[in-house]
């Protein structure tokens, strides 16, 4: 989730300023992937601040001081970049002012490629699907 609101950050700057195109730089697979190691260095650096200062407040903090610092970063940057991937792959059939292969390929050839209503339908099934596992797979 960090990582889809740093890549948001520039659409929000460029929607205030009035500057189309909207989606630039960071909406391009090189973009993700480097909010989403910075998302995940952001994670990382989160938790190792609060096992400092104390006993966590929050559940998912919690959760993760008990893992070790090694596996904990690894875990942090991939989970970072899948977000950051994720996130200019799905907004690439959204929007056509996107270049998601800069700055090897100009232009956006999955834009359109399925309707955003679909698009939305599918990801509303997959969030739920995701909550049903979950709730199936926690521990009690």
Do not use: K
Request: charged share 15%; aromatic share 8%; proline share 5%.
């Amino acid at each position: 989730m960090t990582a889809n609101v740093l890549i948001d950050i520039e659409v929000l700057y460029y929607l205030r300023r009035h500057e189309p195109p909207i989606h630039r730089y960071l909406h391009t697979y090189v973009g993700g992937i480097a909010m989403g190691l910075l998302a995940g260095l952001l994670i990382f650096g989160i938790v190792q601040v609060s096992r400092r200062i104390g006993p966590a407040r929050w559940l998912w903090v919690r959760r993760l001081e008990l893992t070790p610092r090694c596996r904990l970063l690894s875990q942090s940057l991939v989970a970072g970049t899948i977000g950051g991937v994720s996130h200019i792959l799905l907004d690439s059939f959204m929007h056509h002012d996107m270049n998601p292969l800069w700055p090897v390929i100009e232009g956006n050839a999955l834009a359109g490629a399925i309707g955003v209503p679909i698009l939305h339908i599918g990801l509303a099934l997959t969030g739920v699907f995701g909550l049903v596992l979950w709730l199936l797979l926690r521990e009690s």
